[in-house]
Structure formats: C-alpha cells, structure tokens
C-alpha cells in the first residue's frame, strides 16, 4: 500500500495499528489508513490522538487546544470524532485543568495514554488516560524520567499493563530501564534493568532501534529505526525481561534486496525509515465520509 507524500520527522512520525487499521502520526497530522481496503483518510490538528474501543468496535480521534498554557486558569476542553458515524466533532463534558502534552501515545486495552506536565507552579509530570468508550479523561502521576525524554519517550504494552522504555544515556548498547504502571488507582510503578548481552552490543547504538511492543509471549521487541545505507540483513530482536535472553529474526527481503529498495524509491544513501506495526490484523471496516 503506496501512502500519500507526507514529510516525516524522525522522532514524531509513527505507526500504530489499532484493530487492522493503521494509524500514521507526523506533527500536525494523522492519516488512519486500511491497507486492506487501501481506503486513507487524513485528518490535522494541533494535538491529536486516536484510540479503539474493542467492546463497540469504535475508532475515536481526541483533540485540543494546546495553546491553553496561556492561560493557567482555564479548564481544558476536548472534543472527539468518532470515525464512521458522520457527526463529526463534539465537545465532550469532561474537562481538566490545563496540560501542555509532549509525548507520543499509545492505546491499550480500550484505553489512550499519553505523557504531559500539568500546568501547576510545580508542573507536575502526568500519564493523562482516555477511556475512548466512557470518553472520561483522568491524570496518572508518572515518574519524571518517564517523560524526560518527551516526544523520543516509548510507551508500550506489556503484559497488558502500561509501560515505558528508558535508555540508559551512559550505556545506550548495553541496557534499559523499563518502568510499569502496575496500580493506575494508586499510581504506583515500578522499575526492571534489562540488560542486553554483549554479543548484541554490535546492533545496536544510540537512537537507531525502536520498541513497537512486546509479542505475546511478553518479549519486547527491537528493530532498527533506520535501514542500513549498504545492503545488510535486517533483524528483529525480541527480549525476554525474567530471563535477560534475547533472540533475533532475520526478516528477508528488506534491508538485504536491491529490489525492495528500487520499488519503494529508496536512493542510494537516503535515510529510509522503518516502523512497525506488530499488531496488524487484517479489516475491511470503511470509514464513512465525509467524516468532519
């Protein structure tokens, strides 16, 4: 499936597939795409962020206003779009105070996450959670290193539970911190080292993996952000937190096929990013339109 032109940045562009549609955020935009069907649909706004509901099978587009941190007085509205049922954009009721969101998101069992600082004297760092059926909206306190690293932080899944992947700035090759939510009630989390073995260290380096999620099996999975400029295998490492193993999948015909790289227009010594979609299944849902 061929998308249209769109300019993505490094550390804001991802992919997500949420129920076998795939949502494809850059700055400033989401195009919700169905490889099945080839059916795209592009949608702009300044914060916006899209969740599923597996009870009503229902896709929903959250927005705001980020420029409320003009005013620190000032409840924060949202409104929604539920894709398909050709009313557009609603205000929802629920409000909050002001935020000012600086993280990419992630949707997990029914429920949106993403990281902010609330707009206090103290700025206290924050999980905001949408339920996209309820479309209630709630804060969870975050650990500050969760969100240190603002739109390069990694939220996953992992054994159902939210998590987030830390690097380690002084041992990038070497390990990570992972940090669970495992009270959203009482917002408490907690902290595993995972440590790579050195015989991987070679694969890896500072920027240059991603961390789509973990499979079911519970392993999480790395991959490079970047195909290599020469022509070199392509692997996918799959990490065992209990065990500290970790195996890697040769994936063929990508980052070793001079073919995938002519029918994709890749150029000789062009960056050519990589994201994964582990989750994908495949769908024949149709979005109405128009849909605003």
Request: charged share 20%; aromatic share 14%; with cysteine.
């Given at each position: 499936?061929?998308?249209?032109?769109?300019?993505?940045?490094?550390?804001?562009?991802?992919?997500?597939?949420?129920?076998?549609?795939?949502?494809?955020?850059?700055?400033?935009?989401?195009?919700?795409?169905?490889?099945?069907?080839?059916?795209?649909?592009?949608?702009?706004?300044?914060?916006?962020?899209?969740?599923?509901?597996?009870?009503?099978?229902?896709?929903?587009?959250?927005?705001?206003?980020?420029?409320?941190?003009?005013?620190?007085?000032?409840?924060?509205?949202?409104?929604?779009?539920?894709?398909?049922?050709?009313?557009?954009?609603?205000?929802?009721?629920?409000?909050?105070?002001?935020?000012?969101?600086?993280?990419?998101?992630?949707?997990?069992?029914?429920?949106?996450?993403?990281?902010?600082?609330?707009?206090?004297?103290?700025?206290?760092?924050?999980?905001?959670?949408?339920?996209?059926?309820?479309?209630?909206?709630?804060?969870?306190?975050?650990?500050?290193?969760?969100?240190?690293?603002?739109?390069?932080?990694?939220?996953?899944?992992?054994k159902g539970?939210?998590?987030?992947?830390?690097?380690?700035?002084?041992?990038?090759?070497?390990?990570?911190?992972?940090?669970?939510?495992?009270?959203?009630?009482?917002?408490?989390?907690?902290?595993?080292?995972?440590?790579?073995?050195?015989?991987?260290?070679?694969?890896?380096?500072?920027?240059?993996?991603?961390?789509?999620?973990?499979?079911?099996?519970?392993?999480?999975?790395?991959?490079?952000?970047?195909?290599?400029?020469?022509?070199?295998?392509?692997?996918?490492?799959?990490?065992n937190v209990?065990?500290?193993?970790?195996?890697?999948?040769?994936?063929?015909?990508?980052?070793?096929?001079?073919?995938?790289?002519?029918?994709?227009?890749?150029?000789?010594?062009?960056?050519?990013?990589?994201?994964?979609?582990?989750?994908?299944?495949?769908?024949?849902?149709?979005?109405?339109?128009?849909?605003?």
């Amino acid at each position: 499936m061929a998308l249209p032109a769109v300019s993505f940045s490094f550390y804001s562009g991802s992919c997500a597939s949420l129920h076998g549609i795939l949502a494809v955020e850059t700055e400033g935009q989401l195009m919700m795409c169905n490889p099945s069907t080839e059916q795209v649909v592009k949608l702009t706004s300044d914060c916006i962020f899209v969740g599923y509901d597996p009870i009503d099978d229902q896709y929903k587009v959250l927005s705001w206003d980020n420029k409320i941190w003009e005013d620190p007085n000032a409840h924060l509205k949202h409104k929604v779009l539920t894709l398909g049922d050709g009313q557009g954009w609603r205000h929802i009721k629920n409000t909050t105070l002001p935020y000012m969101a600086i993280s990419p998101n992630v949707c997990i069992n029914g429920f949106l996450y993403y990281g902010a600082y609330c707009l206090t004297q103290t700025r206290d760092p924050v999980m905001v959670c949408f339920d996209v059926r309820s479309e209630k909206l709630s804060f969870i306190k975050a650990p500050l290193v969760v969100l240190q690293w603002g739109k390069e932080a990694v939220f996953i899944e992992y054994k159902g539970k939210l998590a987030s992947i830390v690097g380690n700035p002084y041992g990038a090759v070497s390990s990570f911190d992972l940090w669970i939510l495992e009270d959203v009630e009482k917002h408490e989390w907690s902290k595993q080292i995972c440590v790579f073995p050195i015989s991987v260290w070679g694969f890896f380096y500072l920027g240059g993996m991603s961390f789509p999620g973990t499979n079911r099996a519970g392993e999480i999975i790395m991959a490079p952000s970047l195909l290599s400029v020469n022509l070199q295998p392509f692997y996918i490492f799959y990490y065992n937190v209990e065990t500290k193993n970790i195996r890697r999948v040769r994936l063929l015909g990508i980052g070793d096929s001079e073919e995938f790289r002519r029918s994709y227009g890749f150029e000789e010594h062009a960056k050519a990013f990589v994201n994964i979609a582990h989750q994908h299944v495949e769908s024949i849902a149709f979005f109405k339109d128009p849909l605003i």
